[in-house]
């Protein structure tokens, strides 16, 4: 699938916008694509998440409550191209006002939008739908030859009330302001057994890169490997040792460092306690005490700035009174 | 009494049922939906038993939440967790619907020198995401929901009896979105069709590997109406985990359903172990793990190692009178033997239900102890109910990966019977 000169050569990584310069412009998005005065208009709410700057709009006046299907579209064709309709109308309203300030928001709603489905929407018990579900995807220019774009796991979720009005949508896309080339990583193993794609973190992650990823096998069985030298992920190992379990937080090979390290938990048995930072600047951590634990682990690549983040439940049974060593 | 608050945070919405007195049965949620995908149309805790089974004549009390014998103290939510930051960035933490009851009575009787009990129910709600892991590969997007029940039990004075027991019962009705395109001919009143697969993890695998070798039992999907037994007393059972999933063209792919629910309490060895042959499992690991991170242990509080996991699952329809009345859901159903409330309404046969119904899934949770003067505390249901509602698997489109879709009948009987594969010997 990746031709030898790719291998060597660059890769496309894109530089996300920060959350915080979405959510400085939430009301002219609120204006733009949903009509409001601002984020919270009556029982229409938009949220902008202040970590990842994804959107949820919800319009809770009007979303379940509908008591017929008329003033609904009758097919899915139809409601594809409803939906369709109003996210051009929407990027094109946010597009004119934002082309007045400097945050370049013009991929909010990217230009490489594709339809992935439309579907109908009911409440359990009713025989009409409630409005129509219509899930889109992105695939970004990769700068290599083959493939040339590569699928991004993120999507945005548009409902289409009556009267052609959105009565949701909930989007994990997040836009990017510009692209830059990065050391392309070349796949370890048969180039045909590999997808290339772009990883969009959790809704409530911190990102600062758009990166490339390789992924094999099947949705039970399968493995992430960089594509790129801003293509960092985070995990965790674990070793039971007499005195707890060691947590160790591993990179993949390929993306060097140097790396800053920040350890959290929160505990699932003991929610008064809240959430916790465990250490920071270590690589390695000993969870101690009993208890099941919620840990989070933040990572970020001092060369280029990218950052992972990673999370793992833990059950604990060792008997000793501090948290961590 | 009942208190009723529509509730919308962070992307979850539902209706906050606080019900006391006359109308006990503690904090309700019904219709709950994340980012507007339905997940449940009630969860509750039906009963709490609380015992004193080992030393001296069986004391056995049964207690409905919010009733006068186990009274609310106070109610919060929905609040997010507190939280202090310091991580490389800011992080967003989990928020919780909480009700605590406090007995004024010994829990054990008048007359037994026990101690009150206090009790805290906790709803805690996560975001949606790949991480914590939620299989072995790490590529299934999903939120989690935490149904926590805890308990508390102070030091006992000599010659009282002591409390060795503690059982808590569930009443999920979960309910997962059935999209039928444009084919919108579904008769009025009727639930969406659902179908539920229960399963228990294989102890060893040897690539390559299909869904045989996955699983050391199943029954996907669930023929008829099921008891069944997910733990014995802290060690592996019958079961490890249900899912539930809506009628579709074809099943849901196994393991990883896409758009399902998934409550899994313990993961066979092989989950924790990372694989050097393709494919391997890059999320393996010690979120697989159970207590004391054991690969192959229960995920359970480990302060309450001593758990058995008893399940019914049974259809529902919410037409009055169109099912067994002990089950709707403001009775609260539950008997001190579990499998009663089940046998007794419908008889002996189960239903069939395994082209699709609304569905209930009953769990049964119990904590023993050997008789103890100490404190005892404990919270169950740590390993919580995980919600994927991925339509299409973006990942699975983005990756061309392959689908596991086929029927699964290993390790169970194909008789129309209550306990398959059988009933646990040391059931009462």
């Known amino acids: ?325 | 009494m009942s208190k009723v608050d529509p509730i919308s945070h962070d992307d979850w919405t539902y209706t906050r049922v606080l019900r006391e007195r006359d109308a006990a049965g503690g904090l309700v949620l019904q219709d709950v939906r994340h980012q507007q995908y339905l997940l449940a149309k009630d969860m509750r805790v039906t009963r709490l038993w609380a015992g004193s089974l080992i030393a001296g004549k069986p004391i056995l009390k049964d207690f409905q939440l919010g009733s006068a014998a186990l009274p609310l103290s106070i109610t919060t939510g929905p609040i997010p967790l507190p939280t202090e930051q310091g991580l490389i960035a800011p992080y967003h933490v989990p928020f919780k619907e909480s009700a605590n009851f406090e007995m004024t009575d010994p829990v054990l009787g008048l007359d037994t020198g026990s101690q009150p009990l206090s009790v805290q129910q906790d709803y805690l709600f996560t975001d949606y995401g790949k991480d914590p892991p939620h299989e072995p590969a790490g590529v299934i997007d999903a939120v989690r929901i935490y149904p926590l029940l805890s308990f508390r039990y102070p030091a006992s004075t000599a010659g009282a009896r002591l409390l060795d027991y503690i059982r808590v019962d569930y009443r999920l009705a979960l309910t997962v979105e059935q999209f039928v395109g444009d084919a919108t001919n579904v008769r009025k009143g009727t639930e969406f069709q659902d179908q539920i697969g229960v399963f228990r993890d294989g102890e060893v695998l040897k690539f390559p590997y299909g869904i045989d070798e996955v699983f050391d039992a199943g029954e996907k999907p669930v023929k008829w109406e099921l008891l069944g037994e997910g733990l014995d007393w802290g060690t592996k059972s019958q079961w490890d985990n249900i899912h539930q999933w809506a009628v579709g063209k074809t099943l849901p792919e196994t393991p990883g359903a896409s758009h399902a629910a998934h409550i899994h309490w313990r993961w066979g060895t092989p989950a924790t172990e990372k694989t050097d042959y393709f494919p391997p499992k890059p999320k393996a690991g010690p979120q697989f793990a159970g207590v004391g991170g054991v690969a192959g242990a229960p995920q359970i509080d480990p302060r309450i190692p001593q758990q058995r996991l008893l399940f019914a699952i049974t259809s529902f329809t919410p037409t009055p009178g169109a099912g067994p009345k002990a089950w709707s859901a403001d009775e609260n159903g539950s008997t001190a033997h579990f499998e009663e409330l089940f046998i007794k309404a419908r008889g002996s046969a189960p239903l069939d239900i395994s082209s699709g119904t609304g569905l209930v899934v009953w769990i049964s949770i119990e904590a023993r102890r050997k008789p103890s003067r100490d404190p005892w505390q404990g919270t169950f249901f740590a390993h919580g109910i995980f919600f994927a509602h991925e339509v299409v698997s973006l990942g699975r489109l983005a990756r061309n990966v392959g689908k596991v879709e086929s029927p699964l009948s290993k390790g169970t009987v194909n008789s129309q019977i209550w306990w398959r594969p059988k009933r646990p010997e040391n059931l009462p």
């Open chain 1, 1 to 325: 699938m990746y031709t030898m000169q790719d291998i060597n050569g660059q890769i496309n990584v894109y530089r996300l916008v920060s959350a915080n310069n979405i959510v400085a412009q939430q009301d002219a998005i609120a204006r733009a694509f949903f009509s409001m005065k601002s984020v919270s208009d009556g029982k229409k709410t938009l949220t902008i998440s202040p970590i990842s700057g994804r959107l949820t709009y919800t319009d809770a006046g009007r979303i379940w409550q509908n008591r017929s299907s008329t003033s609904l579209p009758t097919a899915a064709l139809e409601a594809q191209q409803v939906a369709e309709e109003f996210l051009r109308g929407a990027r094109s309203r946010f597009n004119a006002f934002q082309s007045r300030t400097k945050v370049d928001l013009s991929q909010l709603i990217p230009s490489q939008l594709s339809h992935v489905l439309t579907t109908a929407a009911r409440n359990p018990g009713e025989a009409f739908i409630d409005h129509w579900l219509s899930i889109f995807a992105v695939a970004l220019p990769t700068g290599i030859s083959n493939p040339d774009s590569a699928p991004v796991d993120a999507k945005i979720e548009l409902r289409m009330g009556p009267n052609h009005q959105p009565v949701g949508m909930s989007s994990t896309w997040r836009p990017f302001d510009s692209w830059q080339r990065a050391r392309h990583i070349a796949f370890q193993g048969a180039p045909d057994s590999a997808q290339l794609f772009y990883h969009m973190a959790d809704g409530e992650d911190p990102q600062t890169f758009l990166a490339p990823f390789y992924f094999t096998g099947t949705d039970d069985v399968g493995s992430f490997s960089p594509a790129s030298s801003y293509s960092l992920f985070a995990g965790i190992e674990t070793q039971i040792t007499g005195s707890g379990i060691m947590l160790t937080a591993v990179t993949p090979d390929s993306v060097p460092g140097p790396f800053s390290y920040a350890w959290g938990a929160w505990r699932i048995d003991d929610l008064a306690t809240g959430f916790r930072l465990l250490a920071t600047g270590r690589q390695q951590i000993t969870l101690m005490g009993v208890g099941s634990y919620n840990v989070v682990l933040d990572v970020q690549d001092q060369t280029t700035g990218a950052i992972a983040r990673t999370q793992r439940v833990i059950f604990a049974a060792q008997p000793q009174e501090q948290l961590v060593s």
